[in-house]
Antibody, heavy 120, light 107 residues
Framework: QVQLVQSGAEVKKPGDSVKVSCKTS????????IHWVRQAPGQGLEWMGI????????DYAQKFQGRVTMTRVTSTSTVYMELSSLRSEDTAVYYC?????????????WGQGTLVTVSS | DIQMTQSPSSLSASVGDRVTITCRAS??????LNWYQQKPGKAPKVLIF???SLQSGVPSRFSGSGSGTDFTLTINSLQAEDFATYYC?????????FGQGTKVEIK
C-alpha cells in the first residue's frame, strides 16, 4: 500500500532552518510528483511547492521563493523540504502529498504531517 | 494566481440534513477542481476529483458538480462522521490554491 512517512516534530529558533523528510513506499517513486502543503494552527491549507520525483525539477510558491528547497533521493524514495530563515509565522504542520499520476493532478495520498514550531 | 473562494466559511447542520458548499475560482479552471475533507488532527483526504468524480471508498452521499468557475459539493443525509472541514482546491495550474475551508458543525 502507498505510504508517505514523514520525520518527527521539530522545535526551532527564529533564523534557523528545518529539513523535513518524507519517505515513500508502495509505488514506483519516480512515477509521481510530490507536493508540500502546510497548515498553521487553526488555519487553512497553503501550497508550498512541487518536486518532480524523476527529474528533480521544482516549482515553488512565490511566497517561499529563496527560502525553500525541495530535493529527492531516488535510491531511498525520499523527498526533503528545507525551509530557511524561520520566523514565528512558519509554525505549522507540514505535509508531503503525492499527486495522482493521471490528468487530474489531485492529491491522492498524504503524509501524516510534521509539526514545526518556531519559538525563541 | 488563481484565487479560490468558498462559502460559507462555517455552517451548522443536523444528522440527516442535506449540505451544500460552494467554491468559486477567479478564472476558468475547466473541471480541475477537487474537494478534500479534514478532521481535527488528521491529514486531509480527497473526496471528489475532477469536479464530480467520487474517489474510491468515499460514500455515495458525497457528490460534486460544476465546471469553469463555479463548483458545488453536496452531502446528502449528513452523517455524524461527516462533521469536519472541507476544502476545495484547483489543480489547473501552479500554485495549487485552496479555498479557505468550510467547517461543518453539529447543530
Amino acid at each position: 500500500q502507498v505510504q508517505l512517512v514523514q520525520s518527527g516534530a521539530e522545535v526551532k529558533k527564529p533564523g534557523d532552518s528545518v529539513k523535513v523528510s518524507c519517505k515513500t513506499s508502495g509505488y514506483t517513486f519516480t512515477s509521481n510528483y510530490i507536493h508540500w502543503v502546510r497548515q498553521a494552527p487553526g488555519q487553512g491549507l497553503e501550497w508550498m511547492g512541487i518536486i518532480n520525483s524523476s527529474g528533480g525539477n521544482t516549482d515553488y510558491a512565490q511566497k517561499f521563493q529563496g527560502r525553500v528547497t525541495m530535493t529527492r533521493v531516488t535510491s531511498t524514495s525520499t523527498v526533503y523540504m528545507e525551509l530557511s530563515s524561520l520566523r514565528s509565522e512558519d509554525t505549522a504542520v507540514y505535509y508531503c502529498v503525492r499527486e495522482e499520476r493521471g490528468p487530474q493532478h489531485y492529491f491522492d495520498y498524504w503524509g501524516q504531517g510534521t509539526l514545526v514550531t518556531v519559538s525563541s | 494566481d488563481i484565487q479560490m473562494t468558498q462559502s460559507p466559511s462555517s455552517l451548522s447542520a443536523s444528522v440527516g440534513d442535506r449540505v451544500t458548499i460552494t467554491c468559486r475560482a477567479s478564472q476558468s479552471i475547466n473541471s480541475y477542481l477537487n474537494w478534500y475533507q479534514q478532521k481535527p488532527g488528521k491529514a486531509p483526504k480527497v473526496l471528489i476529483f475532477a469536479a464530480s468524480s467520487l474517489q474510491s471508498g468515499v460514500p455515495s452521499r458525497f457528490s460534486g458538480s460544476g465546471s469553469g468557475t463555479d463548483f458545488t459539493l453536496t452531502i446528502n443525509s449528513l452523517q455524524a462522521e461527516d462533521f469536519a472541514t472541507y476544502y476545495c482546491q484547483q489543480s489547473y495550474s501552479t500554485p495549487r490554491t485552496f479555498g479557505q475551508g468550510t467547517k461543518v458543525e453539529i447543530k
